[in-house]
């Protein structure tokens, strides 16, 4: 198979890029190891940045986004029960989030892609990268047992934090940074009507919980738990008995409801401060992992892909390599951005030490400066939907 881009991965990453490159009149072919089904129902994000809706709306793949997502003005922050709200209108300008399943995104664009002809190939694992150091690239994938090529000019890794794209990059070329958290998430999904208008993101002495939602009738919810439990320790009744205790503040009654999905996931940050190597690029979590506290990591494998898209557009279209050389400097502000962004929400929110010790006061202290300094709230809240410029 021969093409001009090919694409490694059908997650948020690679179906954007398609969709930029195919509105461009750029040829790609994009592998998924999985099944569409699989991708379509793989729960995961849920919170979108304004620069995200507005590139969703560009591609015209968000009107179903724009009928059941839920447009957020503000968040709410807890603290050993005592809850303040950050409204994101009065602090950026009008800037706001929207909240809408990663099933839900991954589903339109799978089929704006479909309708507009680009070639996705479910079921189709790439085993290896060749020649990307050279102008003819070639990706070696299996689909069915039986082995196949794709010859392509450019290679986008866009495989997530297991692929192989990251690890065919030449060993010398980058560093890379790994933090892991000593605490996980246990997230629900529950038939039950949401108890609040807007996110809550709450520090407790048991530990931090968040409440997200879905719809007007199904809620997600997150408990901090240990790096070992496991879903079997936690049966419905527990779940919510802990969220209820977790979430408490004044005036606040937690809904309550089935559980249809319960997983738990680790929590880490991993960087590698270089991209690229020939013609082979990396995006998304590929090159980057995020916990998901500041709800950031969907949101930067877009930003990474306006990027990408415009580098290998400005290639083909007007015979210019800057932006392709310059890719992962371009990317690297954001990612570093939203990585402390994403550390520092972290530590605030999830108990790490005793509810007297060092560390508990210092968390206090960061609460009581949001509370009362308008200048900390800002900056809170230009992080949180998303900084428009890097
Ligand atoms: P993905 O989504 O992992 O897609 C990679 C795709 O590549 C395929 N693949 C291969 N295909 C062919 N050959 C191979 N060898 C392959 N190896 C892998 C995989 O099957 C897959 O389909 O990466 P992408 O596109 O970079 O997107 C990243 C996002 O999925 C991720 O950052 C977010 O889900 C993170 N995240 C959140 N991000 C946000 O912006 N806002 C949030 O509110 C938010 N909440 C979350 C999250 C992630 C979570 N978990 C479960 C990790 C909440 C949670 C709990
Ligand atoms: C979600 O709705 O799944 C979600 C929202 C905010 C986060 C993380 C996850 O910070």
Redo the contacts with the bound molecule.
Sequence with gaps: MKTQVGI???????LSLALLLQRAGIDCIM????SREY?ESRV????LEQNTVDLFNELQVADRLHKEGLQHHGVYFNFDGESIRIPFDELTGGRCITIYG?QEVVKDLIKANSDRGVKIIFE???AKIEDFETTAPKIY?KQNGEEHIVECDFVAG???????ARKALPAKCYNEFKKEYPFS?L?ILANAAPSTDELIYAFHERGFALHSLRSEKVSRLYLQVDNDDTTDNWSDKKIWEELSIRLSSKGFMLHTGEIFEK?I?PMRSFMIDNMQYGRLFL????AHIVP?TG???????VADIKWLSSAIIDFYNNNKEEKLKNYSADCLRRIWRAQDFSNFMTYLFHKQAAHDSFEYHLQKARFEYIQSSKAQATTIAENYVGLKDI
């Design positions: 490694i991965g059908a997650g948020p990453a690679g592998l998924e190891s999985r991708v995961r994000a849920g919170l990663q189709a694992t790439a994938f866009c495989d997530g934090y297991h692929g192989i998430w997230g997983a996931t995006a998304g979590d590929a998901p709800g950031k990591g969907l949101n930067l494998a």
